[in-house]
């Protein structure tokens, strides 16, 4: 997972090799920071809306 700070996106890039295009999980978002609990939940900072 990669934030995309400049994009205002969150993005994932698949591990395999080859491949060139990132899914985009979340758009329009102010992204400072990611983090993910033991259960793989995501949890993403914006810090246009403070959340």
Do not use: F
Not at 28 to 47: F, H, K, P, W
Request: proline share 4%.
């Amino acid at each position: 997972m990669i934030c995309d700070r400049g994009n205002r996106r969150v993005v994932q890039w698949p591990r395999c090799r080859g491949s060139t295009d990132p899914k985009v999980l979340i758009n329009d978002i102010e992204c400072r920071g990611l983090a993910m609990d033991n259960q793989r939940n995501l949890y993403v900072s914006d810090t246009e809306k403070h959340e």
